[in-house]
T-cell receptor
Framework: ETGVTQTPRHLVMGMTNKKSLKCEQHLGHNAMYWYKQSAKKPLELMFV???????ENNSVPSRFSPECPNSSHLFLHLHTLQPEDSALYLCASSLYLAGGHEQYFGPGTRLTVT | QQPVQSPQAVILREGEDAVINCSSS?????VHWYRQKHGEAPVFLMILLKGGEQKGHEKISASFNEKKQQSSLYLTASQLSYSGTYFC???????????FGKGNQVVVIP
């Protein structure tokens, strides 16, 4: 139990669908992250939030839309995705957005775009 | 810019030792190490900061050469539980934005 939960764990969606991924952390952390993990590729940082404010958008296409209503919850809204967006989407949190703070990862959502 | 991790894969028998490496082309504030088992979330192992400070699991041994921008993780007297993919994530500026490498796949066999 890492203290970071993600739902759903698996998601299959068509290219015209709209869906959302949810992440919740129970660690009292203030920074939250979205990562994309594709087969044979390293973890790619997508978005960073610090005290609910977005501080990083790592050139992510607009079909991915993050939302952070509070420091404990993070969403990733998906629409008109492409097959190459199929991947494992991981949420993580850390106490602060500063060097030296480990990140705690959730189990991920395995997304398949058909 | 992502670091280079080597070797890409290593197979070792229980009780053997191995070293896995992470090299960056840029100066680093710190290096994070995580281990991910198949189908599971990455788990934090260690952070090595410039200046010599380390933070993480006592049973994990690692080094950080600031001049060479390299970090090494030492798997000593390996156990079956050490199997997994090890990712290093350099933090260039001390802002916790990590650029992960492709990973070192470690398989420990009985």
């Amino acid at each position: 139990e890492t203290g970071v939960t993600q739902t759903p764990r698996h998601l299959v969606m068509g290219m015209t669908n709209k869906k959302s991924l949810k992440c919740e952390q129970h660690l009292g952390h203030n920074a939250m992250y979205w990562y994309k993990q594709s087969a044979k590729k390293p973890l790619e940082l997508m978005f960073v939030y610090n005290f609910k404010e977005q501080t990083e958008n790592n050139s992510v296409p607009s079909r991915f839309s993050p939302e952070c209503p509070n420091s404990s919850h993070l969403f990733l809204h998906l629409h008109t995705l492409q097959p190459e967006d199929s991947a494992l989407y991981l949420c993580a949190s850390s106490l602060y957005l500063a060097g030296g703070h480990e990140q705690y990862f959730g189990p991920g959502t395995r997304l398949t775009v058909t | 810019q992502q670091p280079v991790q080597s070797p890409q894969a290593v197979i070792l028998r229980e009780g053997e030792d191995a070293v896995i490496n992470c090299s960056s082309s840029k100066a680093l504030y710190s290096v994070h190490w995580y281990r991910q088992k198949h189908g599971e979330a990455p788990v934090f192992l260690m952070i090595l900061l410039k200046g010599g400070e380390q933070k993480g699991h006592e049973k994990i041994s690692a080094s950080f050469n600031e001049k060479k921008q390299q970090s090494s993780l030492y798997l000593t007297a390996s156990q079956l539980s050490y199997s997994g993919t090890y990712f290093c994530g350099p933090d260039l500026y001390g802002n916790n934005r990590l650029a992960f490498g492709k990973g070192n796949q470690v398989v420990v066999i009985p």
